[in-house]
């Protein structure tokens, strides 16, 4: 059962224009919500994040969208740039008991930023 | 400068052999972290470790093992049980609070099976 759903494997968008990548969840006890960006044969590199309490934080060209009624965060990347093609995992984390918090993430998207 | 070192960048293994891929730490985080990622998929929690000489199972433990004797230090062991071992293999780090810490992670392992 797959708990961080991002239901787009990939996204192609002009140089420029905005990226929006969106991430689904099913376990109202996740409360910490990451993007992390991937290069192929590298480690993903944290992006963004946004705790439950909020439903914005920007971060540049960044911005995190949280939609806790619906379950639904999204990334959005404007303007976006071709070094931004890449694989983009959406995370959570939830308590899993004593002082131990885990992560669960989505399977990614692979975002391409044609010049 | 700070950061998660993995090593070998590449490890090949032959069939029944028990191998070892190395993470290390200079972050002066508590927490320590293997994840495995294959092709298509999100990355997949195999064992985490909050303290030194203490380490929980994550979802797919089985035919993993790890230790954890010196902060710095997670090393995870690959052994011959783990009947699909091929994957890209990452290590992370955090530090402990409320839940709103960030993993940050090593450049990963490449495992193959000869």
């Known amino acids: 059962d797959q708990q961080v759903k991002q239901n787009s494997p990939s996204l192609s968008v002009q140089e420029g224009r905005i990226s929006i990548l969106n991430c689904d969840y099913t376990?109202?006890?996740?409360?910490?919500f990451l993007w992390y960006k991937k290069y192929p044969a590298e480690g993903p590199t944290f992006l963004i994040s946004?705790?439950?309490?909020?439903d914005k934080n920007e971060d540049g060209r960044f911005t995190v969208f949280l939609n806790k009624s619906a379950k639904h965060l999204s990334l959005h990347i404007v303007p976006s740039q071709p070094g931004d093609s890449a694989v983009y995992f959406c995370?959570?984390?939830?308590?899993?008991?004593?002082?131990?918090?885990?992560?669960?993430f989505g399977k990614g998207t692979l975002l391409t930023v044609n010049p | 400068d700070g950061g998660i070192t993995q090593s070998p960048k590449y490890l090949f293994r032959k069939e029944g052999q028990n191998v070892t891929l190395s993470c290390e730490q200079n972050?002066?985080?508590?927490?320590m972290y293997w994840y495995r990622q294959d092709p298509g998929q999100g990355l997949r929690l195999i064992y985490y470790?909050?303290?030194?000489?203490?380490?929980q199972k994550g979802d797919i433990a089985e035919g993993y093992s790890v230790s954890r004797e010196k902060k710095e230090s997670f090393p995870l062991t690959v052994t011959s049980a783990q009947k699909n071992p091929t994957a890209f293999y990452l290590c992370?780090?955090?530090?402990?609070?409320?839940?709103?810490?960030?993993?940050?992670f090593g450049p990963g392992t490449r495992l193959l099976v000869l």
């Open positions: 946004i705790s439950s309490i909020k």
């Open positions: 995370a959570a984390s939830s308590y899993s008991g004593g002082s131990n918090y885990k992560l669960t």
């Open positions: 972050l002066n985080h508590d927490a």
């Open positions: 470790s909050q303290i030194v000489n203490d380490f």
């Open positions: 376990n109202s006890m996740f409360d910490y």
């Open positions: 992370a780090s955090s530090t402990l609070g409320q839940g709103e810490e960030t993993q940050y």
